[in-house]
């Protein structure tokens, strides 16, 4: 990919504390759903799950429920995929927070095209990186040591580009003004996020614990548009997916790998302080 250097990573104190993070992050809630097909993801699942994993025998009901967790993980990949718009396989699209990789390997697995990850993870990068080789696909897929709101990349140079969760670490202005650079005329952006209701005020105190977790700024859902908007990004389709995230986190409540924030999101999604959203847009 056509790319200039893009010094200083990390910027700013917030940006190494969240490095620090994403660096030291080991969690079994992601390690051991990654290690069910090699796909390790960083985002939440969608759907139903199905109840005979928590009934049958006690000896495996451990890994059926991560198996299932997966599964519905693995799925909101596929939502977030099916909505970039034709992808040929020649083209360059991006993943935006890219973690350890699972979205970009499944969007070369469907599209055969380049994918560029980005990360201000170290770790994350070279995992990510051992994976591409691992899976024989370095020549296509790569992650980089990058800032998402200053990439380097070329202006013009993505077909596609998307946030699996992760603009809640960016301000949404900064962050669009860099994707719309990147984008071709006609390009499409997807995001799929968590995002507090303008409709019951601010943030809820689970919104802030959520916060709190992960050392994030949770947005409204009114600053999307309007950041969209200031950008040149058109959205296309937005769709609620709050009702069918649900089944996720109280699955997840009830397995060996919760890590205490599932009471939080389920208690923001229940009081309606809070949506799962997948916004999809178009770069006029
Ligand atoms: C992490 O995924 C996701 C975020 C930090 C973004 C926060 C998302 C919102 C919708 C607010 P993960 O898979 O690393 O988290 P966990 O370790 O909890 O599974
Ligand atoms: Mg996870």
Known sequence: MTETMAPNVLRTAYQKSVAAYWNAEKDPVNIRLGEVDGLYHHHYGIGDYDPSVLEGPEE???????REMHRLETAQANLLLDHLGRIS?????MDTGSGRGGTSFMAHQRFGCHVDGV???EQQVAFANGQAEERGVADRVRF???NM???GFGTGSLRASWNNESTMYVDLFDLFREHARLLEYGGRYVTITGCY???TGGRSKAVSRIDEHYTCNIHSRSEYFRAMAANSLVPIEVVDLTASTIPYWELRARSSVATGIEDPFLTAYREGSFHYLL???DRV
Not at 60 to 66: A, K, N, P
Not at 89 to 93: C, F, H, L, V
Request: hydrophobic share 35%.
């Open 60 to 66: 495996t009901r451990d890994e059926r429920v991560i």
């Open 89 to 93: 396989p020649d083209d360059r699209i």
């Open 119 to 121: 990360t201000i993870s």
């Open 144 to 146: 980089h040591f990058r």
């Open 149 to 151: 709101l200053d990439t």
């Open 197 to 199: 209701n303008d409709v």
């Open 279 to 281: 916004i999809a847009a």
